[in-house]
């Protein structure tokens, strides 16, 4: 039923209707997003507060809404006690030079935003290019580094032929102790070396163990507690270790290798593939060597 004119205007009955139902003004400011101090002046009659045109039949469909009124009827209602050319002139949506302030104020944010862009932008492409200044080449070989204990004791399985290693040029001659192993000199140095000691101290208190390669195979051998040979060895190759107490031998493939003790040809370490770790004494090597 439409609302009736009375002694307490639009805005009494409004504020009526809104008291029947409990809410409060702070309840519907919250749901509607519309300020107390608005809705309190429409409540009041006071329609100086509200924007102009269909912006103030918003504020008032909503407050209808809230407090259970009929939107349409509302409006109407409020049309009626309010025409549209003294709502429109009496309350303007916003103030001419309120909206020049604004609009200098975004014109500034953004002229700050467009000159800091174009500060930060030549600043980072100056950082990264100092940044990648020092790093080196893709396209520079990396040098190989030394194969690790763990690479070392689990040799690869088959290797291509271009990725044989090929020894490097024999450095100059060392001096080096009776019965020690140079382990840096080359395969023909060492021989020498470890042959001269086993002639000094006499065949009966060592054992000249020759390991003969038949094809590349990883090989590590620690002889009396020392590190001899931890890389892979050639084919052809021959390397005379001098053994005093006991020779722990690991090869990558068991049937690339043969030993001789003596002078006297051993038996096959195993396998063709197979990965074999064995030890040798002076007092268990004849064990190993092959039957007469």
């Not at 009375?6 to 309840?27: K, N, P, V, W, Y």
């Not at 429109?88 to 916003?94: D, E, K, L, M, N």
């Not at 290019?129 to 690479?151: D, H, K, M, N, W």
């Amino acid at each position: 039923m439409p609302l009736e004119r009375r002694s307490t205007g639009f805005g009494g009955r409004l504020r009526d209707a809104r008291e029947r139902r409990g809410i409060s003004l702070r309840q519907i400011a919250n749901a509607t997003k519309i300020s107390v101090a608005v809705l309190e002046a429409l409540e009041r009659d006071d329609i100086s507060k509200l924007p102009g045109g269909i912006f103030g039949r918003a504020f008032v469909r909503s407050y209808a809404v809230e407090v259970g009124l009929d939107p349409e009827t509302t409006i109407q209602e409020f049309i009626a006690y309010f025409p549209n050319d003294s709502v429109t002139a009496g309350h303007p949506t916003s103030d001419t030079g309120e909206d020049g302030i604004a609009l200098e104020g975004d014109r500034r944010t953004a002229a700050t935003f467009l000159w800091l862009l174009g500060v930060s932008v030549p600043l980072v492409a100056g950082v990264l290019y100092f940044a990648t200044l020092g790093r080196p080449s893709a396209s520079t070989p990396s040098t190989r580094q030394p194969a690790s204990p763990v690479e070392a004791a689990s040799p690869p399985a088959a290797l291509p032929p271009a990725a044989v290693a090929v020894p490097a040029p024999s450095p100059p001659p060392r001096a080096v102790e009776p019965g020690a192993v140079d382990t840096a000199a080359p395969a023909s140095t060492a021989a020498v070396v470890e042959a001269t000691a086993a002639a000094s101290t006499g065949t009966a208190d060592v054992l000249t163990v020759t390991l003969m390669v038949k094809r590349p195979c990883w090989v590590s051998a620690t002889v009396d507690g020392q590190k001899s040979i931890d890389r892979l060895l050639q084919a052809g190759e021959q390397r005379p270790v001098t053994v005093r107490r006991e020779l722990v031998l690991t090869v990558g493939d068991a049937s690339a290798i043969a030993l001789q003790f003596n002078g006297a040809d051993a038996r096959p370490l195993g396998k063709a593939g197979e990965v074999v770790t064995a030890r040798f004494t002076l007092a268990n090597y004849r064990e190993s060597l092959q039957a007469r």
